[in-house]
């Protein structure tokens, strides 16, 4: 049986001896936080050896190229700066991710 987890995004990696512990998490459907936004809770965590985290960090950035030549996504360091400065000032509205700075 298969099974499949969403999750918003990567709360915390931590890094101990060869092993590296990555900790997903997802906006609460209930908790807020003083702004009224979702407060991000842990879902689940991954573990891995470190040479496995390092093949997974080259295939994501491998995927992230792809994303931005297709146009799917823009890194902020590659805009303007007034371009990016809009787009920070929006990001307090949207759930858009800082994973990509």
Known sequence: MSSELYADGI???TITGTIV???LMSLSATDRDANNNPKP???QRIIMPVD???NAVDL???ALGG????GAVRR????SAAAAADIQGEA???NASPNFN
């Open 60 to 62: 994501m950035q491998k």
């Open 76 to 79: 902020i360091g590659d805009m």
């Open 67 to 70: 994303l931005v030549e297709a």
């Open 52 to 54: 496995a985290f390092a």
């Open 92 to 94: 307090g509205a949207s």
């Open 11 to 13: 709360g915390e990696i």
């Open 41 to 43: 809770v842990f879902r």
């Open 21 to 23: 512990r990555i900790d």
